[in-house]
């Protein structure tokens, strides 16, 4: 059989992709060297922030603003919850990024937002111990989203729409020749006419010629019980120091909080990555928390490491592929992607079946300048 569509990796990326293009009718395979929503790449840990005050770069927010809506009908259409409002604390010294950035999007965009002094942070989050002279924006709509649900939702209703779905059988290899593109695993070789790739962290090595230097990280998450309970309405933060160190945390469940350090992870590969958690790792974001938050970080319960695939400027990569007009690609999500899971689907989907789309995506083009 010859399908329209292969999807090689049905991750966060990849099982959005294969849900959008089989409700629009294509014959897919979706292709996974795991099992469905699995914990050995990126798209795991229970929970990930959302935001729309998006310190990265304002050419985020006409994506993440169609994710919030896709987000509804995905969990319209899965019967599952998925994303939980709760409003989002962005600290730090005034000038930093993580401030500064959330209020200029929020600003060119029309975000409703709060900036807070020291004393307010305080006065109203005083689960939070600012220094004098640090600052925060609030922003009402971030919240939490459920990772593990979230592709679990997406593969259910690519399934109901027709997809045909192959786990724990890996791509070793693909290529496009005379008109099509043929994929093959440990199990056969598939042909379709287009072939969409989301490989996470296999992405230098299923993505030859991409020409984007790629860096896989090794970052851990942590559990908590704390001392103090904090109360439930708490919002998630972001909270950048001085050196331009950041450190996220969520409000409490019944399994702890948790919290993690952005991006200050070793380089590593899939097959290499130390999965155990370090006592000395544990140690150094009790440190750093005791006070900030303190009492957040008292008993630890668990840590979960994963991998965050960087590129130099933190950017994504959502394109045809350079060389291959019948190849898709999605890939560089460097920690900050899971949030566009549903509008990533939407884009790869039109990349796959008419080679444009109407998002704009020019600042994931891989021949953008390097940082």
């Not at 005083?126 to 922003?139: H, M, N, S, W, Y």
């Not at 630890?300 to 060389?323: Q, S």
């Amino acid at each position: 059989m010859r399908y329209d569509v292969i999807v090689a990796g049905l991750g966060g990326m990849g099982s959005q992709a294969a849900y959008h293009l089989a409700r629009r009718g294509r014959t897919v395979l979706g292709l996974e060297r795991f099992g469905a929503a699995h914990d050995q790449g990126s798209s795991h840990g229970g929970s990930r922030i959302t935001r729309q005050a998006y310190f990265e770069h304002p050419d985020y927010v006409p994506l993440i603003l169609r994710s919030y809506e896709l987000w509804d009908q995905l969990q319209r259409d899965s019967g599952r919850d998925l994303l939980t409002i709760t409003g989002g604390l962005f600290m730090g010294p005034p000038g930093s990024l993580t401030v500064d950035g959330s209020r200029r999007t929020a600003e060119q965009w029309g975000i409703p937002h709060e900036m807070l002094d020291a004393p307010a942070i305080r006065r109203r989050f005083p689960r939070f111990t600012p220094r004098d002279g640090e600052v925060a924006l609030f922003e009402g709509t971030a919240g939490v989203l459920r990772p593990e649900a979230a592709v679990e939702a997406g593969l259910a209703l690519a399934g109901r729409h027709g997809a045909e779905l192959h786990f724990h059988e890996p791509v070793e290899a693909w290529q496009e020749d005379g008109g099509r593109v043929t994929v093959r695993t440990a199990n056969g070789t598939y042909e379709a006419d287009q072939l969409v790739i989301c490989p996470g962290p296999w992405a230098p090595r299923l993505l030859p010629g991409l020409d984007v230097p790629l860096t896989v990280v090794r970052q851990v998450q942590f559990w908590f019980r704390p001392a103090v309970e904090p109360p439930a309405d708490q919002p998630i933060f972001i909270w950048e120091d001085p050196p331009g160190v950041q450190v996220y945390g969520f409000p409490p469940t019944e399994d702890g909080v948790k919290v993690a350090f952005f991006r200050q992870g070793e380089v590593t590969t899939p097959e290499t990555m130390d999965r155990s958690v370090r006592a000395d790792e544990v140690e150094r974001i009790q440190d750093h928390l005791a006070s900030r938050v303190p009492g957040l970080a008292g008993t630890f319960l668990r840590g979960k490491a994963c991998m965050y695939t960087n590129t130099p400027d933190t950017h994504f990569v959502i394109a045809r592929h350079p060389g291959h007009e019948r190849v898709t690609v999605a890939c560089g999500f460097s920690g900050h992607g899971f949030k566009f899971t549903p509008v990533v689907g939407e884009i790869l989907a039109d990349l796959a079946m008419t080679g444009a789309t109407a998002h704009p995506i020019g600042l994931f083009d891989p021949a953008r300048p390097r940082a």
